[in-house]
Every structure is written in C-alpha cells, then in structure tokens.
C-alpha cells in the first residue's frame, strides 16, 4: 500500500501547467490552458488543462486526469514509477517504507536505490565527457555530417565521440574521484593487467567511436553504443554496446524511444530498425516513431513495451537473409503474444540511410518519396509469409509438401483466435480444401513433432469452410497462384455428432482427472463464459462435455464416467488415468508432466475458443440479419477476447 500523504506531497510539489508545458505548447484561455494533445495527432487544440483543478482532459482522445495520469501516460510509467519521477523531479526523497516492507528489507530497497542513483549519474557524467570531446573533434564532426547527422540531431541525441589514446574516460573518472568500481560494473571501463601507456590501471572499453547514449522512458542514460571508424580504428568489432549491467538490458531498451514517445503515440505506429544511423537518417527524414534495437534481435519484451504506445509495429529489416530470419522469427513471437508485426521491405542489399541520403549526407527528396511508398507498401508479416507458402503450392508435389507443413506451422504459433480463423479459411480456400481437412493435416503433424500441445483449435474443428468455388470445381482459366483472402469466406456447415479428441480437449481432460486445483480451475473458468454458455462449453468433443457436466454438479474424477463416454479414444485417457481402489480414482503419475502453468494455458486456450465461437454468432447475427445494435456488443467480445491474457491474475 501506497504512503498516501506522500503522494499528495509530491502531487502538491509540482504544477500540472508547468510539467504539461514542458511537453505542449500551452496558451491561457479562460480558466483553462489550451494546446495541441500531447497523446493522438490532430490540428486543432482539443487538449484543456485547469491549473486551479490540477486536472487535464482531452477532448479529441478522451484521456483525462491528474499529474500523476499525465506522467503515466506520457512516458508509459507504472503508477509507483510515475510517483518516483515526480519525487526525483521535485527532490523530494522517497520514504522509507517505500517498498511497502519490513524496516530490513525497506533498508535493502534503500540502498539498491542509492546504488541506481550512483550509477545513472556515473553514465550522465560519461555522456557529458564524450558529447564535449565530440564539439572539439574535426574528424568525428566530419564523419556524423557524412552520415547524415546534422548539428540538431547531435544535440537531440546528445551524440558523443571518444577521445584518442586507451583511458582518456578512466583518467577523467580518477581525477574526478568518481567511483571507478561502479564504473567498471557498468561496462565503461575495465582493468588493466598490465598498466596502460599512461599509468592508469584501466582502459576505456569505448575507443575510436562515435558514441550514442541510450536512453530509458524518463530520459536517463542507461548504456551506450559505439561506431568506430577513423584510421586509427584498428581491428575492432564496427559496433560495440555497453555490457549488461544494472541500468543496461539490451532485450529491455530500445534506442531513440524516448525521444520518438510523442510521435509513436500521435501517429498509433512504431518503425523498428537495426541500426544507430538507420535510425537518425529516418528521424531526419520526418519518421520520428521510429526505434532501434541495441545489438540484439526483437524480444518479447521489446514488443510489450512498445505495444503500450501504438498499435501497429513496422519491421524494417534488411533485406538479406539475416534481416529475413530476423523479421521470421520477431512474426513468431508476435504472434505467439497475440501480435500481428507488419514489415517494410527494403530492396536487396539497399539500406535505409542509403536510399534516403546523398553521398554528401543531404537528404533526396527521390529517397523520402521511395521510403515512404514502402512504409505505405508494409503488411502483415504472416499474410506475406502465408502468400509466399501460398504460391510454392504450384510447385511438385515435395514442394507442395513442405509449403504445407510450413503453413501448419504458420497456424500453430497463433493465440488470437480471431485472427487465426480467418488466416485459416483464408488459406484452405486458397487450397480449394475444407477447415476440417486442414486441422485434420494439423493434428497428425503436431502428433508426429511431438508438438501436439501447441496444436490450437480455437473454433468448432467439424466447422467447414468451403472455397467460392464447389471442393469438386476446377481452378478458374488463367489462375496463375492461390491467393489468400483474409475475410469473408461461405457460410460454415453445421457441426457433427463426433468431433474426435483433440490435443485441447485431451490435456483438458487430463486436467480435470488430476483433480486438486487443477478441477478446481475447471470450475472457476465457469465464471469466465459468455452469456448462454455453461462449463461444458470449454470442450468440443461430446464425451469431454459430458464429463464437465459431471463437473459443474460437484462430482470429483471417478471411474463410472468411462461408463457415460462413447469414444474408445476418451475410454483410453480415463483407463490409464485412474485406478480404483476401495471404489475411489487414484490419479497416476503418467499425467504429472502436466504442470500447473500448462493447464492455465489449457484453461485459457478453451476459454478464448469458446468467446471465438460465441464472436462468430454474433457476426452472423450483425452480417445476415442485419441486427446492428448487437455491433457494440461483438466489439465488446473482441476486447474480451484480448483480455483473457489476464485470466490467470483473476482466478489465482
């Protein structure tokens, strides 16, 4: 719990006007301060702010709030984090049961913040140190200008250079008395075994570059990345970044974000890129939401910080087979997050600072024009990816083959339903085959890999969804490929009697036979449903409906509910899993290798399946019978469906 008079102290210390002005443009009108909205692109001031109040709201976007909102939104900050910028703004210590702890662990937390706070100012006085050096150095100011780096970008990005010789910063560090321990820790310097030319018992791990300083969301220096170049650059790697340390965690940052918030936000679109220079010669070409990553590949968590600021993320990889795996592997991650990533392709072995500058380091118009056709050109990594798999169809019948296995892995990496129904019809008309021929595809391959647990149906598997033209219909005259057609699609047939056990349904019913929390999970899912559906719902196959009918009144795993099944498939998974012994189910241990967090994705995945088919009615309801005022509710389904992610923080 929160100290609440310290959070008022801090809210009182700063004015809404002044921390809101630092950021827009702000004239007095009335009672209220007026300005262009710091939060969605527009023209014409709709954001309003009341100094005597201390609230802000914008009429446009309808964001809204206090101090404490306006910095969180801003800046992307937590509630806790946006309290401690504000403190630190105001210099206003925090106290000492911060934390929330006991006195021991509030002296810990204490330190470790002391310790930070050292070390943010260890890299802060290291930024200073080159970005002056860079204002005397002729060669590294003529390269920054070759490159496309005018004097307000070197400024924007407090840019820096090194200055000859091994320790110049470890020298300036020594004479300073900073503390060259932290230092080390931070990767700026390193000890010498041997002493260098000068007597200093450190060398600089930064030597012969030009330097950029990285930044966090509230505009510390946590690390830096380095381009050598001169003659005097040896044999060294072309760019170096700042080793992990506490402040630096390459997959956590993303250069230029910081300075790019703003625009990401207003334009609802993030371009991400690999490289320091790619990405100025972008910001100065008008992109200025766009990021790079910092000498590693996209993470996961590289893709949750920036979902918090837009939608929409563009890859700009090269163009190489490199840039290609990397730009494949970021669309399997998205995905498996509920993410659809888009890509910008560039030509084969073109760069974007070489499409967009002159040889001279000037902007060409041609380049920003032929830039913003293939920003305007970006799709769906997965539809491009789906369309190439698509068009290897045509080739033998082993290229057939493996296109198809490849599309079967496409699909096993999704986790949003929607999204994967429709690249599913989408592919099977494409293929001139039925959903069910295609799961039925998906399923032996994901029993072969022994992956079958990634296998997720995510609708009713017996749904059928037929091409325009009739399964027995020759490929229209003068088709040269399949296409893909996201959306849409024939009406989907009705549901057989037997659906078979599928991977879900089975871990589900190994869930429910291990009982414990497991069952008990079961049954609290029933909370999570769509109006009309009842815990049976979860299942697809009719035996596993049945047993959750058993579960919903109360009934604990038995062995007389092999003599309610029909499958012999479902009688299987019942036999092996339970022994009797005085007329009471043992579980055994064949199912111990489902661990608790894999049935939270069992749970989660049924859940989401069952709000997927709940959205596909009320589809047909808004389509075909034109019932309109159900719209608000389907986008209401959508949202839910996202939310499911949260699931498991409520029913823990």
Known sequence: MLD??????????????????EHVLLRKTGANWVGLCPFHQERSPSFSANETKQLFHCYGCKKGGDLIKFVQELHGLSFREAIEDLAERARIPLPKNWSGSGPEEAKDVQAKREHQALLHKLTRFTAKFYHDHLARDSDAIAYLRRRGVTPELQELFYLGATPQGWSPLSKRLIDAKAPVAEAEQLGLIRASQKGTPGGIPYFDLFRSRVLFPILDLRGKVVGFGGRIFGKDAGDGPKYLNSSESPLFQKSRVLYGLYQGQKTIRERNEVIVVEGYF???????????????????????????????????????????????????RAMELGL???????????????????????????????????????????????DREIRLQLEKTRGSAEEKTQAVKRLIEIIGHFTDPVALEVRESAICSALNITVATFRGWRSAQGSKSGSSGRVITNSNPSTVVVSPNTP??????????????????????????????????????????????????????????????????????????????????GGAPSAEWESIVQEEEVKQVLRAALLLEGGSAVVTGSLGNLDLDDFRVVVRKALQRTWARFSQKLREDLVQK????????????????????????QIE
């Open 4 to 21: 609440q008079d310290f959070v008022k102290t801090v809210k009182n210390a700063s004015n809404l006007i002044e921390v809101i002005g």
């Open 278 to 328: 790619d990405h100025l010669s972008l910001y100065k070409a008008g992109f200025e939401n766009t990021v790079a990553t910092c000498g590693t590949a996209l993470t996961l968590e590289h893709l949750k910080l920036l979902h918090r600021f837009a939608e929409k993320i563009i890859l700009l990889f090269d163009g190489d087979t490199a840039g290609e795996s990397a730009t494949l």
């Open 336 to 382: 498996q997050h509920g993410m659809t990533l888009h890509a910008a392709v560039l030509p084969h072995k073109r760069d974007v600072d070489e499409i967009l500058l002159t040889s001279e380091g000037q902007l060409s118009r041609e380049g920003v024009e032929q830039v913003k056709s293939i920003f305007a050109a970006s799709e769906p990594v997965v």
């Open 472 to 553: 027995s219909a020759p490929r229209r005259e003068g088709s040269t490929s399949p296409r893909i057609r996201i959306g849409g699609g024939a009406p989907a047939e009705r549901p057989s009697a037997r659906t078979g056990l599928g991977p879900l349904d089975r871990n589900l019913l190994n869930g429910i036979l291990l009982g414990g929390q497991y069952l008990q999970m079961t049954r609290e899912a029933q909370g999570f449903l769509p109006r009309g559906f009842e815990l049976p719902d979860l299942a697809q196959n009719p035996d596993i409906r049945l047993i959750l009918r058993q579960v919903e009144a």
């Open 626 to 649: 034109g019932e309109l005022h159900l719209s608000q509710e389907w986008l209401d389904v959508q949202n839910k469906i996202k939310e499911l992610g949260n699931f498991y923080d």
